[in-house]
């Protein structure tokens, strides 16, 4: 059987935590930035795992994670 392929644009979007996790980026941060407050932004540079419900999704897209 072929070796399964890595869906690269998935590959570029997740990282794997420690404990096996997918580690995603929030969204709302690319532009139209003045209207939101600082604390906003804050909250939006930071990372978040992705939900239960797609994980199984995104482990599909990277079998090697």
């Known amino acids: 059987?072929?070796?399964?392929?890595?869906?690269?644009?998935?590959?570029?979007?997740?990282d794997v935590t420690g404990t096996g996790k997918f580690k995603r980026r929030k969204q709302?941060?690319?532009?139209?930035?003045?209207?939101k407050n600082a604390k906003?932004?804050?909250?939006?540079g930071q990372g978040a795992i992705v939900d239960s419900t797609n994980e199984r999704a995104v482990?599909?897209?990277?079998?090697?994670?």
């Open 28 to 35: 709302n941060l690319r532009h139209i930035l003045t209207k």
């Open 40 to 44: 906003r932004k804050m909250r939006l």
């Open 1 to 14: 059987m072929p070796k399964m392929k890595t869906k690269r644009a998935a590959a570029k979007r997740f």
């Open 59 to 65: 482990r599909r897209m990277m079998p090697y994670a």
